[in-house]
């Protein structure tokens, strides 16, 4: 499988939690003997092993093994599957499109006929746009929910749909305003005054072009540790976080924003997917029963 996958932030962060949730680890792997699991779609242990079959419209796309998963009781089993399943459904179909179909590589964004195309399910393949402006109510359904960070970055080759993707994110938080950042700078000269805003969600769009003395203010804020009562920060670009590197971005700032940096442009491409893996990516896990 291509690097574009494995070094995804989707699968970084899968590999972070079933390390923090379970202490296990994650390998990614394109099948090749697919007589192996006949038509079988349920994990199965070899050796201490937990093997999970990756499927999608009928079609094995590879497994992700789960090394020395001997240990884990079928609850935990079972939790383990259904995270896997939820990050790499999506993002390993997408490494099959790309593959199949090189007018596909910018499925997101570009303006195609997909009447052909079909993803989990028989209904035409959306585009993320679509998926947004047409399922609001969905993505809804957890307002108040308790974030990671008060500081979270996207990266994605749409202006359009980096905003949309973070009005969604704010959506899911129950915050009481979403501003954008350039609205309201010139009333913020220090950390405190960001505190005093509330909880609302601030927007940089295009993060690249901060000067120096704001990098240092929303440096000053994600110092230190925030309530759910202080405002979120969303940040995005259009440039990647290498590309950000070489910009005239400070690099701590650049260090901050890839600790919760999330591929607009890998999101799942269903409505319930997309919410999910929001909630995976940036909500606060509820304790789980040793």
Not at 105 to 127: C, H, I, K, T, Y
Not at 130 to 157: K, M, Q
Request: hydrophobic content about 40%; proline content about 4%; overall charge negative.
């Amino acid at each position: 499988m291509q690097n574009s996958t494995l070094d995804s932030s989707f699968v970084n962060r899968l590999k972070q939690i079933l390390a923090s949730r379970y202490g296990k680890g994650l390998q990614i792997r394109q099948l090749m003997d697919l007589a192996e699991l006949g038509t079988s779609e349920d994990p199965f242990t070899r050796g201490r092993d937990l093997h999970i079959p990756i499927r999608v419209n009928g079609s094995i796309l590879g497994t992700a093994v789960v090394p020395s998963a001997d240990d884990l009781n079928a609850e935990k089993r079972q939790g383990v599957t259904q995270l896997v399943r939820m990050v790499l459904e999506p993002a390993m179909y997408k490494w099959y499109l790309d593959q199949k179909e090189a007018n596909l590589v910018e499925l997101n964004r570009a303006q195609l006929n997909l009447d052909n195309v079909r993803l989990f399910g028989e209904d035409p393949l959306p585009s993320i746009d679509d998926i947004l402006n047409d399922n609001l109510e969905v993505l809804n359904e957890s307002p108040e929910a308790e974030l990671i960070s008060h500081l979270i970055h996207l990266e994605g080759r749409s202006e359009n749909t980096n905003k949309k993707v973070a009005l969604q994110l704010h959506e899911l938080t129950g915050r009481w305003a979403f501003v954008p950042f350039n609205d309201i700078k010139g009333q913020l000269h220090s950390a405190q005054d960001i505190a005093k805003m509330g909880a609302m969600t601030i927007f940089v769009e295009n993060v690249e072009n901060l000067n120096p003395a704001e990098q240092e203010l929303l440096m000053d804020y994600i110092a230190e540790e925030r309530s759910t009562e202080e405002p979120l920060l969303i940040t995005s670009s259009l440039k990647n976080l290498d590309e950000l590197g070489k910009s005239a971005l400070n690099s701590n700032l650049v260090d901050e924003l890839s600790v919760n940096c999330f591929e607009v442009d890998r999101a799942p491409l269903t409505t319930q997917g997309l919410k999910e893996v929001l909630e995976l990516f940036f909500m606060k896990d509820s304790p789980i029963d040793a």
